[in-house]
């Protein structure tokens, strides 16, 4: 996966992860396992991030 890919994916994650967050906030989300899967996904982006940077 090349650098732009990473970075691209990198920012949807993220805001997918403030959207699921304000949602959490706001009571709208019932499944609130969403924001852990998140998270992580956010992770794994970074991690490759920093790996493909080395």
């Not at 499944?31 to 490759?48: D, G, I």
Request: hydrophobic share 40%; proline share 0%; aromatic share 2%.
């Amino acid at each position: 996966m090349s650098e732009l890919e990473l970075n691209e994916k990198l920012v949807l994650a993220r805001s997918e992860l403030f959207a699921l967050r304000q949602q959490v906030k706001s009571r709208q989300l019932e499944k609130t396992h969403l924001v852990k899967k998140a998270r992580r996904e956010v992770a794994r982006l970074l991690t490759q991030q920093n790996k493909a940077g080395k």
